[in-house]
């Protein structure tokens, strides 16, 4: 099974259960996007892991916000330049009672489009994780990575 089949699943754990690495690059996260470190190296320093710890796990942990019903997620997307395909993961936002609040869609180059969304999930209605997951699952998405919420 490629990367692209592999199906993600995502977990809901308590922080005494989250290994210090994957902590320390939250922390590392939290230094970069506030301004107190400027470079990965700066802030892999200042969490005490190494850069390549960093990278490696960047894009698989994120805090979770017990009010992530009711605010927005912006996400990126790569996908196939294929007829239907944008009505397709359109459909799936709107199955989970998302609310598209931007959308933005590149020409496409070689094939492939990225798509860039910002979705309200409404509170008490939407499903965030179910949303991207069946997201992810769609024939021709090849990369989906949240890129904030508010």
């Known amino acids: 099974m490629d990367k692209r089949e592999e199906k993600k699943k995502y977990y809901v754990v308590r922080e005494r259960a989250v290994p210090e690495v994957l902590l320390r690059v939250v922390n590392a996260q939290k230094l970069l996007d506030s301004g107190k470190a400027l470079t ?44 239907g395909l944008l009505s397709r993961v359109l459909s799936e936002i709107a199955d989970h009672q998302g609310n598209i609040l931007t959308i933005h869609q590149s020409i496409p180059i070689n094939g492939v ?36 919420r508010e």
Not at 65 to 80: L, N, R, S, V, Y
């Open 40 to 83: 990965v190296q700066e802030a892999a320093d200042q969490t005490g892991i190494s850069r390549s710890s960093f990278y490696k796990y960047k894009d698989d942990i994120f805090p979770f916000h017990e009010e992530a019903k009711g605010k927005t997620i912006t996400f990126i997307i790569q996908m196939d330049d294929a007829p």
């Open 113 to 148: 489009a990225t798509l860039t969304l910002s979705v309200e999930i409404l509170p008490g209605e939407g499903d965030a994780e179910g949303m991207i997951g069946e997201i992810e699952q769609i024939e021709g998405v090849h990369y989906l990575k949240i890129l904030g």
